[in-house]
Protein backbone atom coordinates (compact mmCIF):
# COMPACT_ATOMS: atom_id res chain seq x y z
CA UNK A 1 0.00 0.00 0.00
CA UNK A 2 2.88 2.17 0.78
CA UNK A 3 4.74 1.94 -2.78
CA UNK A 4 1.30 2.53 -4.34
CA UNK A 5 0.96 5.24 -2.41
CA UNK A 6 4.65 6.72 -3.35
CA UNK A 7 3.78 5.94 -6.70
CA UNK A 8 0.62 7.72 -7.03
CA UNK A 9 2.42 10.62 -5.76
CA UNK A 10 5.26 10.41 -8.53
CA UNK A 11 2.65 10.20 -11.32
CA UNK A 12 0.99 13.33 -9.76
CA UNK A 13 4.24 15.11 -9.73
CA UNK A 14 5.02 14.32 -13.21
CA UNK A 15 1.91 15.22 -14.29
CA UNK A 16 2.14 18.54 -12.69
CA UNK A 17 5.73 19.53 -14.12
CA UNK A 18 4.37 18.77 -17.50
CA UNK A 19 1.35 20.67 -17.05
CA UNK A 20 3.77 23.61 -16.00
CA UNK A 21 6.11 23.24 -19.04
CA UNK A 22 3.01 23.13 -21.58
CA UNK A 23 2.01 26.62 -20.01
CA UNK A 24 5.27 27.67 -20.67
CA UNK A 25 5.23 26.71 -23.71
CA UNK A 26 2.17 28.44 -24.30
CA UNK A 27 3.12 31.52 -22.87
CA UNK A 28 6.70 31.78 -24.79
CA UNK A 29 4.18 31.10 -27.99
CA UNK A 30 2.54 33.93 -27.15
CA UNK A 31 5.32 36.23 -26.40
CA UNK A 32 6.42 35.30 -30.06
CA UNK A 33 3.66 36.22 -31.97
CA UNK A 34 2.84 38.98 -30.12
CA UNK A 35 2.78 42.31 -32.26
CA UNK A 36 3.97 39.85 -35.36
CA UNK A 37 0.54 40.48 -36.99
CA UNK A 38 0.81 42.09 -40.82
CA UNK A 39 1.06 45.79 -41.13
CA UNK A 40 -2.85 46.61 -42.94
CA UNK A 41 -3.69 50.19 -44.93
CA UNK A 42 -6.90 51.35 -43.93
CA UNK A 43 -9.07 54.55 -43.41
CA UNK A 44 -9.21 56.28 -40.08
CA UNK A 45 -13.23 56.19 -40.16
CA UNK A 46 -15.59 54.37 -42.25
CA UNK A 47 -17.76 56.92 -42.64
CA UNK A 48 -18.30 60.53 -42.07
CA UNK A 49 -20.67 63.85 -43.10
CA UNK A 50 -18.71 66.75 -44.82
CA UNK A 51 -20.18 70.15 -44.11
CA UNK A 52 -19.15 72.89 -46.79
CA UNK A 53 -20.60 76.07 -47.39
CA UNK A 54 -21.91 76.76 -50.43
CA UNK A 55 -19.49 80.12 -51.45
CA UNK A 56 -18.74 78.98 -54.84
CA UNK A 57 -15.18 77.85 -53.81
CA UNK A 58 -12.92 74.78 -54.68
CA UNK A 59 -12.15 73.34 -51.15
CA UNK A 60 -10.24 71.40 -49.90
CA UNK A 61 -10.80 68.12 -47.54
CA UNK A 62 -8.75 65.60 -45.87
CA UNK A 63 -9.48 62.52 -45.17
CA UNK A 64 -6.85 60.31 -43.05
CA UNK A 65 -5.52 56.78 -43.97
CA UNK A 66 -3.34 54.87 -41.56
CA UNK A 67 -1.92 51.57 -40.59
CA UNK A 68 -2.78 49.18 -38.02
CA UNK A 69 -1.34 45.81 -36.75
CA UNK A 70 1.51 44.65 -35.56
CA UNK A 71 2.27 46.50 -32.51
CA UNK A 72 -0.26 49.26 -33.94
CA UNK A 73 2.83 51.32 -33.27
CA UNK A 74 4.66 53.05 -36.23
CA UNK A 75 7.25 51.19 -38.25
CA UNK A 76 10.66 51.81 -39.56
CA UNK A 77 9.86 52.06 -43.26
CA UNK A 78 7.42 54.07 -45.62
CA UNK A 79 4.37 52.50 -46.42
CA UNK A 80 2.78 53.65 -50.14
CA UNK A 81 -0.95 53.47 -50.45
CA UNK A 82 -3.02 53.52 -53.47
CA UNK A 83 -6.66 54.27 -53.04
CA UNK A 84 -9.67 54.79 -56.19
CA UNK A 85 -12.88 55.85 -55.88
CA UNK A 86 -15.54 53.06 -54.97
CA UNK A 87 -18.65 52.56 -58.19
CA UNK A 88 -21.20 53.38 -55.36
CA UNK A 89 -20.57 56.91 -54.80
CA UNK A 90 -23.67 58.97 -56.14
CA UNK A 91 -21.15 61.78 -56.33
CA UNK A 92 -19.60 62.49 -59.76
CA UNK A 93 -15.84 63.66 -60.59
CA UNK A 94 -15.70 66.84 -62.17
CA UNK A 95 -19.27 67.55 -60.65
CA UNK A 96 -18.85 67.38 -56.88
CA UNK A 97 -15.26 66.60 -56.27
CA UNK A 98 -12.20 65.50 -57.95
CA UNK A 99 -9.55 63.23 -56.98
CA UNK A 100 -6.17 64.86 -58.26
CA UNK A 101 -4.23 62.52 -56.28
CA UNK A 102 -4.60 58.53 -55.69
CA UNK A 103 -1.10 57.51 -54.43
CA UNK A 104 -0.11 58.44 -50.81
CA UNK A 105 3.05 57.53 -48.71
CA UNK A 106 3.01 57.43 -44.93
CA UNK A 107 6.59 57.96 -43.68
CA UNK A 108 8.53 55.53 -41.83
CA UNK A 109 7.69 56.60 -37.86
CA UNK A 110 4.37 58.23 -38.82
CA UNK A 111 1.13 56.10 -38.41
CA UNK A 112 -1.48 58.40 -40.88
CA UNK A 113 -1.10 60.24 -44.10
CA UNK A 114 -3.99 62.50 -45.28
CA UNK A 115 -5.80 62.12 -48.62
CA UNK A 116 -6.75 65.25 -50.52
CA UNK A 117 -10.10 65.40 -51.97
CA UNK A 118 -11.23 69.01 -53.94
CA UNK A 119 -14.73 69.93 -53.51
CA UNK A 120 -16.79 71.85 -55.61
CA UNK A 121 -19.38 73.49 -52.89
CA UNK A 122 -20.59 75.54 -56.15
CA UNK A 123 -22.74 72.38 -57.51
CA UNK A 124 -23.22 70.61 -54.19
CA UNK A 125 -27.08 70.08 -53.11
CA UNK A 126 -27.94 71.40 -49.58
CA UNK A 127 -31.24 68.71 -50.14
CA UNK A 128 -29.91 65.80 -52.12
CA UNK A 129 -26.42 65.46 -50.65
CA UNK A 130 -23.98 63.47 -52.85
CA UNK A 131 -21.92 60.30 -51.37
CA UNK A 132 -18.22 59.94 -52.06
CA UNK A 133 -16.79 56.55 -51.43
CA UNK A 134 -13.27 55.77 -51.45
CA UNK A 135 -11.27 52.86 -51.30
CA UNK A 136 -8.51 51.49 -50.65
CA UNK A 137 -7.01 49.53 -53.59
CA UNK A 138 -3.17 48.65 -52.56
CA UNK A 139 -0.49 49.20 -50.40
CA UNK A 140 3.09 48.30 -49.78
CA UNK A 141 2.16 46.50 -47.15
CA UNK A 142 -1.39 45.14 -46.77
CA UNK A 143 -5.14 46.47 -46.96
CA UNK A 144 -7.77 45.97 -44.14
CA UNK A 145 -10.73 44.62 -44.73
CA UNK A 146 -12.54 48.40 -43.70
CA UNK A 147 -11.09 49.69 -46.90
CA UNK A 148 -13.57 51.47 -47.62
CA UNK A 149 -15.13 55.49 -46.58
CA UNK A 150 -18.39 56.70 -47.19
CA UNK A 151 -18.52 60.66 -47.34
CA UNK A 152 -21.36 62.52 -47.28
CA UNK A 153 -20.57 66.07 -48.94
CA UNK A 154 -23.16 67.97 -47.58
CA UNK A 155 -23.42 71.65 -48.82
CA UNK A 156 -24.22 74.96 -45.90
CA UNK A 157 -26.14 77.66 -47.16
CA UNK A 158 -24.77 81.26 -45.46
CA UNK A 159 -26.24 82.29 -42.33
CA UNK A 160 -28.81 84.82 -43.18
CA UNK A 161 -30.59 85.80 -39.49
CA UNK A 162 -33.60 87.38 -41.34
CA UNK A 163 -34.10 84.43 -43.32
CA UNK A 164 -35.25 82.56 -39.88
CA UNK A 165 -38.43 85.09 -38.80
CA UNK A 166 -41.81 83.95 -39.60
CA UNK A 167 -43.94 81.19 -38.06
CA UNK A 168 -42.80 77.55 -37.31
CA UNK A 169 -44.53 74.30 -36.03
CA UNK A 170 -42.57 73.13 -32.88
CA UNK A 171 -42.86 69.89 -31.87
CA UNK A 172 -42.02 68.65 -28.32
CA UNK A 173 -43.18 64.91 -28.17
CA UNK A 174 -46.38 64.45 -29.91
CA UNK A 175 -47.24 67.57 -29.47
CA UNK A 176 -47.20 70.11 -31.89
CA UNK A 177 -47.72 74.23 -31.52
CA UNK A 178 -47.36 77.06 -33.45
CA UNK A 179 -44.26 79.38 -32.33
CA UNK A 180 -43.11 82.82 -33.59
CA UNK A 181 -39.34 83.76 -34.48
CA UNK A 182 -38.22 87.55 -33.94
CA UNK A 183 -34.72 89.18 -33.84
CA UNK A 184 -33.10 89.45 -30.57
CA UNK A 185 -31.77 92.44 -29.12
CA UNK A 186 -28.41 90.93 -29.00
CA UNK A 187 -26.13 90.00 -31.87
CA UNK A 188 -27.06 86.67 -33.81
CA UNK A 189 -29.73 86.16 -31.52
CA UNK A 190 -33.60 85.26 -31.90
CA UNK A 191 -36.52 84.84 -29.50
CA UNK A 192 -39.00 82.24 -29.97
CA UNK A 193 -42.20 82.88 -28.52
CA UNK A 194 -44.74 79.95 -28.22
CA UNK A 195 -47.67 81.05 -26.26
CA UNK A 196 -46.82 82.66 -22.98
CA UNK A 197 -42.96 80.58 -23.18
CA UNK A 198 -40.02 82.93 -24.46
CA UNK A 199 -36.72 81.41 -25.20
CA UNK A 200 -33.91 83.51 -26.64
CA UNK A 201 -31.22 81.73 -28.59
CA UNK A 202 -27.81 82.76 -30.45
CA UNK A 203 -26.88 81.18 -33.36
CA UNK A 204 -23.17 80.06 -33.67
CA UNK A 205 -22.51 82.82 -36.99
CA UNK A 206 -20.36 79.90 -38.85
CA UNK A 207 -23.24 77.98 -40.45
CA UNK A 208 -20.64 74.71 -40.90
CA UNK A 209 -20.71 74.31 -37.48
CA UNK A 210 -24.75 75.47 -36.84
CA UNK A 211 -25.10 75.27 -33.35
CA UNK A 212 -27.17 77.00 -30.75
CA UNK A 213 -27.08 78.24 -27.40
CA UNK A 214 -29.25 80.00 -25.05
CA UNK A 215 -28.74 83.07 -23.55
CA UNK A 216 -28.84 82.52 -19.78
CA UNK A 217 -31.85 84.29 -18.01
CA UNK A 218 -32.74 85.47 -21.51
CA UNK A 219 -36.30 85.01 -22.17
CA UNK A 220 -38.81 83.50 -19.42
CA UNK A 221 -40.26 80.23 -20.13
CA UNK A 222 -43.05 80.54 -17.40
CA UNK A 223 -43.09 81.01 -13.75
CA UNK A 224 -42.73 78.60 -10.99
CA UNK A 225 -45.35 79.28 -7.59
CA UNK A 226 -41.88 78.86 -5.27
CA UNK A 227 -38.78 79.64 -7.29
CA UNK A 228 -39.77 82.05 -9.66
CA UNK A 229 -38.77 82.79 -13.73
CA UNK A 230 -37.64 79.44 -15.68
CA UNK A 231 -35.51 80.04 -17.96
CA UNK A 232 -33.78 77.08 -20.94
CA UNK A 233 -30.49 76.70 -20.83
CA UNK A 234 -27.52 75.35 -22.94
CA UNK A 235 -26.76 71.33 -22.15
CA UNK A 236 -23.40 71.34 -24.16
CA UNK A 237 -22.18 73.41 -27.12
CA UNK A 238 -23.50 70.67 -29.66
CA UNK A 239 -27.30 69.70 -28.26
CA UNK A 240 -28.72 72.33 -30.38
CA UNK A 241 -28.21 72.71 -34.16
CA UNK A 242 -29.97 75.00 -36.84
CA UNK A 243 -30.12 74.03 -40.74
CA UNK A 244 -29.13 77.50 -42.81
CA UNK A 245 -30.57 76.23 -46.22
CA UNK A 246 -34.00 75.55 -44.86
CA UNK A 247 -33.74 77.41 -41.56
CA UNK A 248 -35.04 74.21 -39.13
CA UNK A 249 -33.89 73.91 -35.94
CA UNK A 250 -33.45 71.03 -32.98
CA UNK A 251 -33.19 72.42 -29.16
CA UNK A 252 -32.61 70.63 -26.23
CA UNK A 253 -32.10 72.34 -23.21
CA UNK A 254 -32.71 72.20 -19.08
CA UNK A 255 -34.97 74.61 -17.72
CA UNK A 256 -33.54 76.26 -14.47
CA UNK A 257 -34.41 78.67 -11.69
CA UNK A 258 -32.07 80.89 -9.54
CA UNK A 259 -31.26 77.68 -6.93
CA UNK A 260 -30.54 74.74 -10.13
CA UNK A 261 -31.85 73.03 -12.99
CA UNK A 262 -35.02 70.79 -12.94
CA UNK A 263 -34.10 67.07 -13.91
CA UNK A 264 -34.60 65.62 -17.57
CA UNK A 265 -34.44 68.16 -21.14
CA UNK A 266 -36.85 69.03 -22.95
CA UNK A 267 -36.07 67.87 -26.97
CA UNK A 268 -38.62 70.45 -29.33
CA UNK A 269 -37.71 70.68 -33.32
CA UNK A 270 -39.24 73.55 -35.50
CA UNK A 271 -39.58 73.65 -39.16
CA UNK A 272 -40.91 76.93 -40.52
CA UNK A 273 -44.41 77.20 -42.06
Known amino acids: MRNISIRSKVAGLIML ?16 EFGKGPILAQFAKASTTAKFLQDGKIQTYNYPLT ?23 TAVSGKEYTLEKTTYTIPA ?12 TANLDSFNAKTLVLKVESSSKG ?12 AVCPLNLNSFLGNYTSTTGTSSKTSVITLGAQPNTLLITTGAEKILIELNPDPVNGTI ?3 PKGAVLSMHPSYGPIWATTIEADASNYNSCDMSMDLEFKRCV ?5 AGTIETSFVKQ
Not at 17 to 32: G, I, N, R
Not at 109 to 120: D, F, R, T
Not at 258 to 262: N, P, V, Y
Open 17 to 32: MVAFSSCDAVLEQDKT
Open 109 to 120: GEMSVNAEVKVI
Open 213 to 215: TFV
Open 143 to 154: VSDRNKAKIVLQ
Open 67 to 89: IIGGNNEPINEPVTITISVDPSS
Open 258 to 262: SIGCF
